[in-house]
């Protein structure tokens, strides 16, 4: 085989594999920024620890991923160990994605709350568990997807 002809196949060979990797993202196979756009319905329940006792938490609130790496917060309802509170949102935040669907939040500004997130490939739904926040937490939950 002449050199030209095993040049040719090897071009060959990474041009198809650069546009499967393209493909992947036209089907969803793979994620980025703008996986994720949308109005999100985000419901969690977890404890927060305090004086080295797990006191329960419960959040509901709307989230809206710009696809751009930048989100904001909506209305939210919030109970810590049965107490209410309720935050009329506005807040924002951002967000990274990684082409293998997962990545992180920051919610703030202060106090920041973080999430890792596990996202579904077409950023239907996406799973989030919190990394971070003003006090030791264990809360986790869903996000799904209302509009676009």
Known sequence: ???????????????SGVAGLAQANDDGDGCSLSTLRGLYLFNASGFNVVAGVAVPKALVTFVRFNGD???????????INGVIMRNPGGFTGTYTVAADCTGSADFGPPPHFTFDLFISSKGAELVMIQTGGPVPAVMQGTAERLSR
């Open 69 to 79: 790496g930048t989100l904001t917060g909506g209305v939210s309802t919030t109970s």
């Open 1 to 15: 085989m002449n050199k030209l002809t095993k040049q040719a196949i090897v071009v060959g060979i990474l041009a």
